[in-house]
């Protein structure tokens, strides 16, 4: 059997082809480097890790309840919907909600995979190229370790929601080459990188907690390098092109916004659509969700300097704005810690396991 086989509605078995324009760019300055993007591609290096290896895949999870929280936490929850649900249903719709969700984080990193491919070969300066160069690898094992969960723990597959798909084909498409940066190491990784850390925090299954935890120390690298390399470039653009990269941000911030919705849920279980969107619009837990879903996009895009009237009106909006007060490198350095700290206490259990098998081979050896 195939992928094809577990999606919940069928998808096209021919490839997804998006048509792409611009310059691949060669540069003969092999000496030259920005010392901060530089030292991002060492640590790029330094912390590869084996997606087989690193995470413990015996560890178990219920796939009608993959994250494993308590079930008041649905926006559906004590709803006449839910409560005309038989306990199967509610089970069901619980195994959906995770296929979906994981299986958007999958679709995600194989749009990112694509396109810091892409940004290798079009960025103009070296140090972006070799950082990039990094990060495919990074995606890469995304791709493989959400393919294997989705696979292995739910056995279920959601189509690519259709919000994503739009920014990831603009973010493709433009020939300008810094297009792709902004749409996916600002915007697209940005709320990625947000919303793992939003389900690591609450999940109680220590598989998909250490699996979050340890994806996002890698996905905090990749935004810091947006930052690094658009800041500059951007400092020096026209105001003409500033207006045209700052309704890309608008546009974009507004697809991603309701990319994490579910709506796709509903449709393919059969409920009540509009009605179940409305009970997500208004629950205290989305609304609390959108803002953290922001957390790392806001005060990024005002770094880089595009927080034009436009800009800041669309955060208002989406009352999302006071996010520009986030300390974006605590956050990303404590990104880091949580993942070291998984490592700590994994290696503490094997010295412990180990320690165990060594005193009851003593034991053994001294009632013989």
């Known amino acids: 059997m195939t992928s094809f086989d577990f999606y919940t509605t069928p998808v096209p078995k021919e490839t997804w082809n998006v048509p792409m324009a611009g310059d691949t760019r060669f540069t003969w300055e092999y000496q030259d480097g920005r010392d ?28 009608y309840n993959v994250i494993g929280i308590p079930e008041h936490v649905n926006p559906l929850f004590g709803s006449d919907i839910w409560n005309r649900m038989s306990e199967k249903e509610r089970q069901e719709y619980g195994r959906h909600q995770g296929s979906w969700l994981f299986s958007q984080f999958l679709h995600g990193e194989q749009g990112a995979l694509n396109v810091s491919a892409r940004i290798v070969q079009t960025v103009p300066d070296l140090d972006s190229k ?68 939003v389900y690591r925090d609450m999940a109680t299954n220590p598989l998909v907690k250490q699996l979050l935890a340890y994806v996002m120390q890698d996905e905090a690298r990749h935004v810091a390098f947006g930052r690094l390399a658009l800041k500059d470039y951007y400092a020096e653009l026209t105001e003409k092109e500033r207006a045209e990269r700052e309704e ?47 957390s790392r996009i806001v005060p990024c895009v005002k770094d880089i300097g595009l927080w034009g009237e436009k800009v800041q009106s669309a955060y208002a909006d989406m009352g999302v704005l006071d996010n520009a007060k986030a300390d974006l490198d605590a956050l990303m350095r404590q990104d880091e810690e949580i993942a070291e700290k998984y490592d700590r206490q994994r290696y503490e259990q094997e010295l412990a396991v180990r320690k165990k098998e060594v005193d009851e081979a003593i034991a053994l050896g001294e009632e013989s």
């Not at 920014?167 to 300008?176: C, I, K, P, V």
Request: glycine share 6%.
């Open 36 to 63: 901060r993007l530089l030292a991002l591609y060492q640590k790029g290096k330094d912390k590869q890790w084996d997606a087989q290896k690193r995470i413990d895949w015996d560890l178990e999870v219920d796939p």
């Open 130 to 197: 070799f950082y990039a160069a990094t990060q495919a690898m990074d995606e890469a094992r995304h791709v493989e370790l959400y393919s294997r969960f989705v696979h292995e723990k739910i056995g279920m597959y959601y189509p690519i929601n259709q919000d994503l798909a739009k920014l990831l084909a603009e973010s493709l498409e433009d020939s300008r080459w810094d297009l792709p940066y902004l749409g996916m190491q600002v915007l697209i990784e940005g709320l990625a990188l947000a919303a793992f850390g």
């Open 248 to 294: 890309f941000v608008v546009e974009g911030c507004y697809l991603m916004r309701d990319r994490f919705k579910g709506r796709e849920v509903f449709e393919n279980l059969g409920l009540p659509v509009d009605e179940c969107m409305k009970y997500v619009d208004n629950s205290q837990m989305y609304t609390l969700y959108q803002s953290l879903l922001f």
